[in-house]
């Protein structure tokens, strides 16, 4: 089939990628001429892992092309996604400009009978507002449906979530383009929810929502059990192997960050209060999340005291491992509530110091953990990358100039690390 996709963030990257290896033709469009470049140079603008070798074979397959130009990419599909950003507004609603722009200029171009998918993540009833946009700008008689195909894929593991989803969720009222879609994702062999378009849309937003909620109640527990002097991994281990509360995503930590849950956590607060419910479960895990921030910090100053001046080193910047993502992550909170107190700061992260260097231009960036750690009065850990659950603990003692690791994402056993002699805080246990 010949699918365009418009937007390659991450959402529209992966689609496009995981359609063309499928065998599908794909046209991907971005109005950013230089991301389009760089696609076209080989390059690809995100780290993802796989997503690079993916592209390029279908690229020399000639299966994926990449243009600025919405009327090429419309022209020859029969699919055509809509992938761009909706960003949050300061009031926390979703900034919705760059959907109804696409979604009027897909309606310029459209030439016989398309199916208008919104992929990004959208307030409920967002769909309809697309397809009014597109019969008012199209020409009289185009023929088209509009549906809602939300994406659950995760960053550091979108090509495996894209190829193995828990369910493809389809929202329509039409026959005619759920079956477009439904063969269209055929050979991934996941379940499939066709739906109405407000569910899809409520189901994207509902799900986000709900994972947050996971996170923020292991992070409240995490303080109950550090006060009780029980183990928060021990409460979650027993709770979540509960199978009607299940045991992902419920690792306390430093709180969620990302380019998603933040942002989808507050859209969803914005567009339950212009549907007149006050979603007050919801806010308090916004509280929950932000607190996070700060009882963190607490514990750092309450084991280094006085932070004027005090080399600090910290491993791990990503909001989550395998990304080099730096959007919301809760590394820049922490980092610079550290340097606000006269903190030198330190830091190593394997993907993403680049990315890193726009919102902590101050702290010094090191070539590898060990070099972070040299001469520092503690160790912070601030993402759980496997590197730092495998590195040399005697040799980081070496290096530090006092034994101290607290680690807000309890990636060492307390046990071990006071039998090799540190002082070990880390969160909930
Ligand atoms: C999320 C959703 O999982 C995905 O379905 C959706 O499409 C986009 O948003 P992503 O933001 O890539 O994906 O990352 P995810 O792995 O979900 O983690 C989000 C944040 O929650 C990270 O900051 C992570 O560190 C944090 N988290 C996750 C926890 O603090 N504890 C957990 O138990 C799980």
Known sequence: MNVCIIGTGYVGLVTGATLAELGNRVFCVDNNEEKIAILNRGEIPIYEPGLKEMIDTSRRAGRISFTTSIAEGVKDSAIVFIAVSTPPKPDGSADLSAVAAVAREVAENLNGYKVVVDKSTVPVKTGEKVAETIKRYSKEGSEFDVVSNPEFLREGSAIYDTFHPDRIVIGTSSQKAADLLIDLYKPLEAPVIVTDINSAEIIKHAANSFLATKISFANALARICEAAGANVEEVTRGVGLDHRVGDKF??????????????????????????????????????????????????????????????????????????????????????KRLQAEGAKVRAYDPKAME??????????????????????????????WNEFKEMNLDRMKELLHQPIVIDGRNIYDPERMVELGFTYRSVGR
Do not use: H
């Open 250 to 335: 419920l690792n306390a930590g430093v709180g969620y960050g990302g380019s998603c849950f933040p942002k989808d956590v507050s859209a969803f607060i914005s567009i339950t209060e212009e549907l007149g419910y006050d979603f007050r479960l919801l806010k308090e895990v916004e509280r929950i999340n932000e607190e996070q921030i700060d009882y963190f910090f607490r514990k750092i100053k309450e084991t280094l005291w006085i932070l004027e001046d005090q080399k600090v080193a910290v491993l791990g910047l990503a909001f989550k491992p395998n990304t080099d993502d730096m959007r919301n992550a809760p590394a820049i909170k922490i980092i």
């Open 355 to 384: 990315t890193a260097r726009e919102d902590l231009p101050d702290i010094e960036y090191c070539s590898d953990p060990y070099q972070a750690a040299e001469g520092a009065e503690a160790l912070v850990i601030l993402t759980e």
